[in-house]
């Protein structure tokens, strides 16, 4: 299974970006999904996490900024970024729990390779 994100780039404060992730190989369900972010000198943080069913958590600082989703039958996730503070600038990566088969009870993890997003002042 591979998870590719995209979406990434430069924005000015204030601005928006729209990051994707899609999921592809040996996929029989995807259970959740999430959005992990990584800064420069910091350890990696979760963004915001979405279930097969559509329940939704985020981080604190997300603060009602950013929207998850995801599209089942695309096998992919999506990240809405808004109002963009210099402090979003990270790496931003994406998660998902994937079943390969239904003889899997327990979901494997695999991660993206990360997309970069820098937010200027």
């Known amino acids: 299974v591979q998870l590719q994100a995209f979406g990434g780039g430069l924005v000015q404060a204030g601005g928006s970006l729209r990051l994707s992730c899609v999921a592809s190989?040996?996929?029989?369900?995807?259970?959740?999904m999430s959005w992990y972010r990584q800064a420069p000198g910091k350890q990696r943080e979760l963004v915001a996490g979405i279930t097969s069913i559509g329940g939704t958590n985020y981080a604190d600082f997300v603060n009602g900024r950013f929207t998850i989703s995801r599209d089942n039958t695309k096998n992919m996730v999506y990240l809405q970024m808004n109002s963009l503070r210099p402090e979003d600038t990270a790496v931003y990566s994406c998660?998902?729990?994937?079943?390969?088969?239904?003889?899997?009870?327990?979901?494997?993890?695999?991660w993206g390779q990360g997309t970069l997003v820098t937010v200027s002042s």
């Open positions: 190989g040996n996929i029989w369900r995807i259970e959740d």
């Open positions: 998660n998902a729990q994937v079943k390969p088969n239904p003889l899997h009870y327990y979901p494997v993890e695999y």
